[in-house]
């Protein structure tokens, strides 16, 4: 081997040690322009892990004349730093307000992170999302995120919002508007989607989610949540940005909504026929074969049935 040979191999020997010691948490998560004021970053759709280090949610960046508007911050304080790094990349603007769009941990517990970076940044949600992080929510999911990422979400302390902000609300930061809507139990109690005024763009939380199944818990009603997609389709706005899962037309909300509304009536009709919820799997799951392929349908699917089942039972005593 002649010298150059050598510098050669040594070369390539080090480009192959780096791209070994490059880990998921140092993929540079691109930014992807929505309109002149709108970015998103899309989180990744696995579960939370110490190599996402608890980023799976999309994070919405708005560019206001006033700063940096950001919407779900992701779901660690890692992420919520990574996002504010980024952010500093691309403006001298500061993160001067933060939106959570409800109390599920992937969506807020990056506030920690944006405020590491952004002090003055304020946060904003609905009262019940502030009563439960300041509740045990809020620590539950800390000590979550730290567990299941093995310490990588890099997790300290919960960040509550600052302000609340409730249905027809409208909140204006620099040139603008921002309107909230609310629409009672949907995804959870303390849901809230947002219209950015003038950019034909609908942030839905997690009211939507696109070609993605994901957590449902004792505070969300799912027939509420169909009632919800529908307010967020009567704007009928030009993009209409997920918590998960791809930005799309007034057409992909409509989805997420057939979704619901098939499962909610499969479980009826089971029910009717006299099945218990862990006897109906198999028959809703044959229900619901055009929605197969989504992220986490296996797992969650069957937890799904069971609260519709609780639900509908519950309306049926009513
Ligand atoms: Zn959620």
């Known amino acids: 081997m002649n010298k150059l040979q050598l510098l050669l191999a040594a070369g390539l020997a080090a480009v192959a040690g780096l791209s070994q010691t490059m880990a998921a948490d140092e993929f540079d998560y691109p930014l992807n322009r929505i309109t002149d004021k709108i970015q998103v970053i899309y989180g990744p759709l696995e579960m939370p892990d110490e190599h996402n280090r608890g980023f799976r949610n999309n994070v919405v960046i708005v560019t206001t004349s006033a700063g940096i508007v ?35 941990g992937d969506h807020w517990l990056g506030n920690e992170g944006v405020r590491r970076v952004f002090p003055d940044a304020l946060i904003y949600g609905h009262p019940n999302m502030k009563a ?40 204006r930061i620099g040139d603008t508007g921002f309107r909230i809507i609310h629409t009672g139990r949907a995804h959870t109690d303390n849901d809230i989607s947002i219209e950015i005024i003038g950019e034909d763009a609908v942030f839905t939380g997690d009211v939507v989610r696109n070609d993605f199944l994901g957590m449902m818990q004792d505070d969300a009603s799912f027939s509420g949540n169909v009632a919800a997609i ?36 499969a479980v009826q009709q089971n029910m009717d026929d006299g099945l218990a919820d862990f006897e109906m799997k198999p028959a809703v799951t044959e229900s619901l074969a055009a929605y197969r392929d989504w992220a986490n349908f296996d797992r969650y699917l069957g937890s799904h049935i069971s609260r519709v089942y609780l639900e509908l039972e519950a309306e049926a005593f009513e």
């Open 230 to 265: 529908d307010r967020l389709v009567d704007i009928n706005a030009r993009y209409y940005i997920p918590g998960h899962g791809r930005v799309a037309g007034v057409d992909m909300p409509p989805r997420y909504r057939n979704y619901l509304t098939t499962l909610i009536d």
């Open 70 to 104: 950001l919407f779900d911050p992701g779901g660690s304080a890692w992420t919520g730093e990574m996002v504010a790094k980024k952010i500093r990349t691309i403006t001298d603007k500061p993160v001067v307000a933060v939106f959570d769009s409800h109390a599920h």
């Open 132 to 171: 439960r992080l300041e509740g045990s929510d809020g620590t539950t999911w800390l000590e979550t995120i730290n567990r299941v990422t093995s310490g990588r979400a890099d997790g300290r302390r919960v960040i509550a919002p600052d302000r609340t902000v409730d249905d027809g609300d409208e909140v």
